[in-house]
């Protein structure tokens, strides 16, 4: 039992920045990596970013060099800080979380908070 709650998406114009962020809750006894997907009308859900518990990240080709992902794992937190945004940004970013309940593997999603980046 998980739930993610994203946040910070919005709309801003090319070349500005945003940051989002994703809290989980529940009774979670150990997240193994969080991170990010998105998901343009029409396209496939692509990796953004993840971000494992001990800080080994990965980004997806498109975003690397501007993107920055972070983790508090004490609080469960992720973060990802989108610097130089271009306008094929936009999406609908999701959070994923891979986590242990009890002895259980899992994987979970949240609701998706919407980014916009207009020329």
């Known amino acids: 039992q998980v739930q993610l709650v994203e946040s910070g998406g919005g709309l801003v114009q090319a070349g500005g920045s945003l940051r989002l962020s994703c809290a989980a809750s529940?009774?979670?006894?150990?997240?193994?990596?969080m991170g990010w997907y998105r998901q343009a009308p029409g396209n496939q859900r692509e990796l953004v970013a993840t971000i494992t518990s001990g800080a080994i990240r990965n980004y997806g080709d498109s975003v690397k060099g501007r993107f920055t992902i972070s983790r508090d794992n004490a609080r469960n937190t992720v973060h990802l800080q989108m610097d130089s945004l271009k306008p094929e940004d936009t999406a609908v970013y999701y959070c994923?979380?891979?986590?242990?309940?009890?002895?259980?593997?899992?994987?979970?999603w949240g609701q998706g908070t919407e980014v916009a980046v207009s020329s």
């Open positions: 529940g009774s979670i006894v150990t997240i193994t990596r």
């Open positions: 994923n979380a891979r986590y242990y309940s009890g002895s259980w593997a899992k994987e979970d």
